[in-house]
């Protein structure tokens, strides 16, 4: 520590580089060549045949190829499918349970009980969660016995042999599992908005309603797109749910089936070169989702909105 | 030049200081795992490694080898007599776990410290070719095992780890025969009888057991519980494997189980569940009104009588007449002989302790005192043909559950009819790809064709080397 | 007009109570069940469902106790070791990051953060086969370390953190640190972690729950009894042999799993309790 006059001709830029390098370091080193042999071995014929390897033979494009040939798109389509029965619910409760939670016309009683309980489920592994599932949504379970003694039904619902159920059960278990999360995620970036602006609003008349819509949406965009893209890519990444409730087969006739799940079906043989394939275009839609839905909702207005921020902080100040 | 490889300097110290500043939160925690036990092994001798994905050969070994000197208290180890220690590593099934592991270290295995180097492992018959036809398992032969010394085991054991040369490459301890296990009450009530050789002779064939099935319909009652209970019974009794050069030719046994099960739906005649299943469960218990159920040797006296007790054993229940149906059940042989389970020893090429591989194998898979007595303190059926037809002969012997029946008898007779010649190393794939494809058949969401169509895609995705299925007329 | 905006209509108070207190039931329910399920005998277990418990709860419990595979207690320590420095690491090093990407102008910075925000959308169940490979060549196969370090470079985490920072810090903050003679590490540990301690909060309790509940890897990496993290041990039990098969067990060792991650989420929880506020705004 000498001087800091010193200091003060040195440009700071190093220390950007310095503050970021253990995460690009651990990226590099743990994930970095993984992926990297898995874009190289997506060109190429490399599986396993019992224990016998086979290739790797340079195929050029034709793990592509046949990817393309498959049911890649019906995949993607029961994953899209699948992650919009759960994000629906999820992004509509987490929002009402949000502005709620943070209204404070709203005299919620054992608010601070709710609010750690909604993200409780996501503490149940998956895989025990599906168990629990199994048992609730079973020919002879309680859901069927309730819905049959209740007279909506005459014989047993069979959930997972039917297209809609299985998806159902899919998304229920997907939206009770992350809506709590959202609804945290959501509500930390409502408590940020300025609280003057609600004092406006409700000055001049407006409904909870229009609060909502004209002052809290607009403000917690940042927050809504961080949601969107990591609820999106997890979504597209959907695994463990649809895998567990269908004891990995992605029944009925493979409507369940994620990319994932296909792409798992392929690492029974090792399959290294169709793997690949499949995760370098899913990384591509991923990637393409992500930078696109980033910069359309929040890049172009990144820097006047620090402005406008900076504008409300000097008129406090 | 030295300005760059100064401040690279400079970024590692900036790296290593953030790191220690990070780790110190958790460093009181994560300096345990850095203390590898290391030493032990080195001077204590030889290390014999098994792999294993349950407990259960184990505590067979544990409680049977001759050589057991010391268990440790955590189990990891076991030490022999000769100073021999015995590592276990036991990986869980989820997720295919086992396999990739152990596919893993078989691979590595050239590479691997001796101490390191796998000696034993197991595996079930679904995937035992897929080891069996390696090179990665020795010729059990090869370690001094002969054929006189396997001589008293039934022959299907050794034909599933029989390789495409003719050389049997495992051994195993147990033998797992299926029989029909029938509720005597609705036998009585449906074939006016719950005599075993006449039910047997109700259902010895297909066509009669297809004929049952209507008149127990009649009665109220189903024939079986649900799509997959009578799987095995048609896929051990195939003319060919599974797969021919790269070609999956689907048998036309394995199709008359789609008949019958898609009959069976449709008519009601099953209960629609599926293996291990909530539904199958209760099926087999004091609510059930299932005819009777395919199962095997551990099936019965453990899953099929724990089911059929109205209050558990662990909850004060007795294992009696008068719980639940306890005694209700007896068995038969059913329309075809067929096995379900069972576990093999392998010897992993490599191994630096072939001489203790082939006692381990020869001691608790042909030694007949060994396997009676296992028999007879864990009612697990074990494969020596002298010593089970010992328990069989013997009057006395009789299950209280199955009503006096000796099932013992009947498991001696229906073991040595078992033919699996035509076990393949792609049975578990084909196996589970068809019963889950043919589900969606069953249960009426989709037509035939596109069950096989759906067939066809799952099984080459799981073995990329098929090219074609080709089904029978 | 500002009398009859200070309190909601008392039916839709009651609307709310009630919608909240549905939700708060599904989420509960599934607790209880496992509860339950945790007292009943495996045969009862297989044979349905139950809203009732049993009276095997002791037995249950002194049977996973005493499987010495099963060695519940190290399995709670190695989760609790992976976990906590998971989101150690996870939550301190995505803050670094960000700090680093926001406090300072440097010509890779726009690079950098697209970089992130493209590793973002990496699928990771792909490159897992590939990972216990690379695992396997450092020698860190069946321990403990590969579970954990990779948490460093967490982009998620990141991208929070990054919108955390920019609403919530003020560069004046840092400016005023840097007059009074604060390096930059020492400007990042005691002035910058504070005002992200709730942001880091959240996202600790994140990613402990996610690490606290992964099978795949672990179960790729660890081989060892003593090393075993809990869902692989409840992966253990569940592909015990027949004689052994216990859903009973089962069901208590996930219960048992839970306890402990239940408490550290009720501790960390006041965060979410007392609001974290993203954007600074304060009063």
């Known amino acids: 520590m000498k001087g800091s006059t010193k200091r003060k001709s040195v440009s700071y830029a190093k220390w950007g580089y310095i503050f970021i390098l253990p995460f690009f370091a651990a990226f590099l080193i743990f994930q970095m060549i993984p992926l990297a042999s898995t874009i190289y071995y997506s060109f190429f014929e490399y599986y396993r045949s019992g224990l016998n390897i086979i290739g790797p033979n340079f195929?050029?494009?034709?793990?592509?190829?046949?990817?393309?040939?498959?049911?890649?798109?019906?995949?993607?389509?029961?994953?899209?499918?699948?992650?919009?029965?759960?994000?629906?619910?999820?992004?509509?409760?987490?929002?009402?349970?949000?502005?709620?939670?943070?209204?404070?016309?709203?005299?919620?009683?054992?608010?601070?009980?709710?609010?750690?309980?909604?993200?409780?489920?996501?503490?149940?592994?998956?895989?025990?969660?599906?168990?629990?599932?199994?048992?609730?949504?079973?020919?002879?379970?309680?859901?069927?016995?309730?819905?049959?003694?209740?007279?909506?039904?005459?014989?047993?619902?069979?959930?997972?042999?039917?297209?809609?159920?299985?998806?159902?059960?899919?998304?229920?278990?997907?939206?009770?599992?992350?809506?709590?999360?959202?609804?945290?995620?959501?509500?930390?970036?409502?408590?940020?908005?300025?609280?003057?602006?609600?004092?406006?609003?409700?000055?001049?008349?407006?409904?909870?309603?229009?609060?909502?819509?004209?002052?809290?949406?607009?403000?917690?965009?940042?927050?809504?797109?961080?949601?969107?893209?990591?609820?999106?890519?997890?979504?597209?990444?959907?695994?463990?749910?649809?895998?567990?409730?269908?004891?990995?087969?992605?029944?009925?006739?493979?409507?369940?089936?994620?990319?994932?799940?296909?792409?798992?079906?392929?690492?029974?043989?090792?399959?290294?070169?169709?793997?690949?394939?499949?995760?370098?275009i899913l990384f591509i839609i991923c990637a393409v989702l992500c930078i696109g839905v980033y910069f359309s909702l929040n890049g172009d207005d990144s820097k006047p909105k620090k402005k406008k921020k900076k504008a409300a902080r000097a008129a406090k100040a | 030049m030295r300005k760059s490889a100064k401040s690279l300097l400079a970024l590692a110290l900036a790296g290593a200081m953030v790191l220690s500043t990070a780790a110190c939160g958790s460093s009181s925690t994560t300096s345990e795992t850095t203390e590898a036990p290391a030493a032990e092994s080195a001077e204590a001798g030889k290390v014999l490694n098994i792999w294993c994905w349950n407990d259960e050969f184990q505590s067979r070994f544990n409680d049977y080898y001759p050589g057991v000197k010391e268990v440790a208290e955590d189990k990891s180890t076991t030490t022999l007599e000769d100073g021999t220690t015995v590592k276990w590593t036991i990986n869980p099934n989820e997720n295919n776990n086992y396999q990739n592991k152990l596919d893993e270290a078989l691979l590595g295995q050239a590479d691997a410290a001796a101490d390191d180097k796998i000696d034993i492992f197991l595996i079930e018959a679904d995937y035992a070719l897929k080891y069996v036809n390696s090179d990665y398992t020795m010729n059990v032969a090869d370690l001094g095992l002969t054929e006189e010394d396997m001589a008293g085991q039934y022959q299907y054991t050794k034909d599933i780890v029989t390789d495409d040369n003719g050389a049997i490459k495992g051994t195993t301890w147990q033998a797992t025969p299926g029989l029909f296990a029938y509720r005597r009450s609705i036998a009585k009530d449906v074939l006016g009888t719950d005599d075993p050789e006449k039910v047997q002779e109700a259902l010895s064939d297909w066509d009669k057991f297809n004929d049952v099935?209507?008149?127990?319909?009649?009665?109220?009652?189903?024939?079986?519980?649900?799509?997959?209970?009578?799987?095995?019974?048609?896929?051990?009794n195939v003319s060919a494997p599974w797969v021919e050069g790269t070609t999956v030719k689907v048998d036309e046994n394995i199709m008359n189980w789609v008949e019958q099960t898609k009959e069976f739906t449709d008519n009601g005649y099953n209960n629609k569940s599926s293996l291990w299943d909530d539904q199958w469960a209760a099926d087999q218990g004091p609510k059930g009104k299932v005819f009777g159920f395919f199962y095997s040797t551990w099936g019965i006296n453990f899953t099929l009588l724990g089911n059929s007790l109205e209050t558990p054993e662990d909850e004060g229940g007795k294992a009696e007449v008068g719980n639940g149906i306890f005694g209700d059940y007896a068995v038969c042989e059913g329309p075809q002989s067929y096995y379900w389970g069972g576990t093999w020893i392998c010897a992993a090429t490599g191994t630096d302790n072939a001489d203790l591989v082939k006692d381990v194998m020869y001691q608790l898979t042909c030694n007949a005192d060994i396997d009676k007595q296992i028999t007879l303190d864990t009612q697990d059926y074990t494969n020596n043909m002298q010593a089970m037809e010992e328990i069989a002969a013997d009057p006395d012997f009789g299950s209280d559950f199955l009503g006096g029946q000796n099932h013992v008898a009947l498991f001696a007779e229906a073991a040595k009819k078992i033919d699996m010649s035509n076990a393949g190393a792609y049975d578990q794939g084909c196996n589970e790809k068809f019963q889950a494809a043919f589900k969606d058949y069953f249960d009426g969401n989709i037509s035939i064709d596109d069950a096989k169509a759906n067939f066809e895609t799952a099984i080459k995705e799981t073995y990329p080397e098929l090219t074609e299925v080709v089904w029978p007329d | 007009m500002r009398q009859k905006n200070e309190n909601a209509h008392p039916i839709f108070t009651l609307f709310v109570h009630l919608v909240l207190i549905f939700l708060a039931f599904l989420c509960l329910f599934f607790f209880y069940i496992l509860l339950i399920n945790s007292t009943r005998n495996h045969f009862d277990i297989q044979k349905g469902f139950s809203f009732l418990p049993g009276t095997s709860f002791v037995s249950n419990f002194k049977k996973v106790m005493a499987d010495a595979n099963i060695p519940v207690l190290s399995g709670i320590k190695n989760s609790l070791i992976v976990s906590s420095a998971s989101a150690i690491l996870a939550t301190y090093f995505s803050a670094l990051t960000a700090y680093g990407l926001y406090a300072y102008d440097f010509k890779l910075k726009k690079p950098a953060?697209?970089?992130?925000?493209?590793?973002?959308?990496?699928?990771?169940?792909?490159?897992?086969?590939?990972?216990?490979?690379?695992?396997?060549?450092?020698?860190?196969?069946?321990?403990?370390?590969?579970?954990?370090?990779?948490?460093?470079?967490?982009?998620?985490?990141?991208?929070?953190?990054?919108?955390?920072?920019?609403?919530?810090?003020?560069?004046?903050?840092?400016?005023?640190?840097?007059?009074?003679?604060?390096?930059?590490?020492?400007?990042?540990?005691?002035?910058?972690?504070?005002?992200?301690?709730?942001?880091?909060?959240?996202?600790?309790?994140?990613?402990?729950?996610?690490?606290?509940?992964?099978?795949?890897?672990?179960?790729?990496?660890?081989?060892?009894?003593?090393?075993?993290?809990?869902?692989?041990?409840?992966?253990?039990?569940?592909?015990?042999?027949?004689?052994?098969?216990?859903?009973?067990?089962?069901?208590?060792?996930?219960?048992?799993?839970?306890?402990?991650?239940?408490?550290?989420?009720?501790?960390?929880?006041?965060?979410?309790?007392?609001?974290?506020?993203?954007?600074?705004?304060?009063?």
């Open chain 3, 113 to 283: 953060f697209v970089f992130i925000m493209l590793i973002l959308a990496m699928p990771t169940q792909v490159s897992a086969l590939g990972f216990v490979r690379l695992v396997d060549r450092m020698h860190m196969m069946n321990t403990l370390w590969p579970l954990f370090l990779p948490s460093i470079a967490a982009p998620a985490v990141f991208y929070f953190m990054y919108s955390y920072i920019q609403s919530s810090l003020p560069m004046e903050l840092v400016e005023a640190a840097r007059m009074d003679g604060c390096g930059e590490f020492m400007t990042f540990n005691r002035i910058v972690l504070p005002i992200m301690k709730p942001a880091m909060a959240v996202q600790a309790i994140f990613s402990f729950v996610g690490a606290w509940n992964n099978y795949f890897i672990p179960a790729l990496v660890i081989s060892d009894n003593n090393k075993k993290t809990l869902p692989i041990l409840i992966a253990a039990l569940r592909s015990a042999d027949f004689l052994k098969f216990d859903m009973g067990k089962v069901y208590m060792l996930i219960t048992i799993a839970i306890i402990p991650i239940i408490i550290v989420y009720l501790l960390l929880s006041r965060y979410i309790v007392d609001g974290v506020t993203l954007g600074g705004v304060k009063e």
């Open chain 1, 59 to 280: 195929v050029g494009l034709e793990n592509y190829k046949a990817l393309l040939g498959s049911d890649f798109t019906k995949y993607m389509g029961n994953t899209l499918i699948l992650w919009i029965i759960g994000f629906l619910p999820q992004i509509f409760f987490s929002l009402l349970l949000a502005a709620w939670f943070t209204d404070l016309r709203l005299k919620i009683r054992g608010k601070q009980f709710f609010k750690v309980v909604i993200y409780m489920p996501n503490l149940i592994m998956a895989s025990a969660f599906s168990m629990l599932f199994f048992a609730l949504f079973s020919d002879n379970g309680p859901v069927n016995a309730f819905l049959i003694s209740a007279g909506l039904i005459d014989k047993p619902f069979r959930f997972l042999s039917t297209v809609v159920g299985a998806r159902g059960l899919v998304g229920l278990m997907n939206f009770l599992m992350w809506f709590g999360n959202t609804t945290i995620l959501l509500m930390a970036a409502i408590m940020g908005i300025n609280p003057a602006l609600f004092e406006a609003a409700e000055l001049d008349g407006c409904n909870h309603t229009q609060i909502f819509f004209k002052i809290t949406l607009p403000n917690i965009r940042p927050i809504l797109v961080y949601v969107l893209i990591t609820s999106m890519i997890g979504g597209l990444q959907m695994f463990d749910v649809p895998q567990i409730l269908t004891n990995g087969k992605g029944t009925p006739n493979r409507t369940v089936t994620t990319i994932i799940m296909f792409l798992n079906n392929h690492l029974y043989s090792k399959n290294y070169g169709m793997a690949g394939s499949i995760s370098v």
């Open chain 2, 213 to 236: 099935a209507e008149q127990a319909h009649e009665k109220g009652y189903k024939m079986l519980s649900g799509y997959d209970d009578s799987y095995r019974t048609f896929s051990n």
